[in-house]
């Protein structure tokens, strides 16, 4: 029985938004925010689908262009729009967060099964992401808003998760990446905007100059 209650863990040492309460509201902005550009991306979709010539919220250019990703195969990978998984994915999320912010306590199969939906979804993003860049060569705003939010969310619950014995991993492993969290979303970010700007470079800094 004891197996099944790590939030008995005493939170005063461990990471300050692995503790229950400020990792719910992390997970609470994130979903919301990864929720909300989805949710934008859906209704433009349908948008889309009914006239073919709209212009989405984030047509900007050729190079920053919403309704020109929509247009691509990897924008429905499943047969579908990616979208549609977002809208369930975060709502699964912000759901999580309510529970944890009223006192709830789940189990430790529902962090198992958190844990690698989280994971599947990073690793999905990071596909999209490469694709955007050097595949699709177009960036979707509305799409960088969840990569936004997806990086905060897998490092944290990553590290809840190790924090309270969810991923057994040994002690001198799992430490650095608890103590490093904020560091490792803070340098996910960096390398997100540094490849961004490096695909980018040849428009603000024309080739013969």
Not at 31 to 43: D, E, I, M, P
Not at 60 to 66: A, K
Not at 108 to 119: A, D, E, K, N, S
Not at 186 to 201: D, E, M
Request: hydrophobic share 55%.
């Amino acid at each position: 029985m004891n197996k099944l209650q790590p939030l008995e863990t005493d939170e005063s040492s461990i990471p300050a938004a692995a503790r229950t309460r400020p990792f719910a509201w992390l997970l609470l902005i994130t979903g919301a925010v990864g929720w909300a550009a989805s949710a934008t991306l859906v209704l433009e979709k349908l948008e889309k689908l009914k006239n073919p010539g709209h212009a989405t919220v984030c047509d900007v250019n050729p190079w920053i262009s919403c309704g020109q990703v929509m247009e691509t195969w990897q924008s429905s990978v499943f047969g579908f729009p990616n979208m549609f998984i977002g809208i369930v994915a975060f709502a699964v999320i912000i759901t999580t967060a309510v529970g944890l912010l009223a006192g709830a306590r789940f189990s430790r199969w529902y962090w198992i099964g958190l844990q690698l939906g989280v994971t599947l979804g990073f690793a999905f993003v990071v596909w999209l992401w490469s694709q955007a860049l050097y595949a699709i060569g177009i960036l979707c705003p509305l799409c960088m808003i969840v990569w936004a939010a997806m990086i905060p969310l897998f490092v944290w619950v990553t590290i809840r998760n190790l924090t309270h014995g969810i991923i057994p991993l040994p002690e001198r492993m799992s430490r650095p990446i608890r103590d490093w969290g904020w560091l490792i979303t803070a340098l996910l970010y960096v390398a997100v905007v540094a490849s961004i700007f490096f695909r980018f470079l040849y428009l603000i800094v024309p080739s013969n100059m």
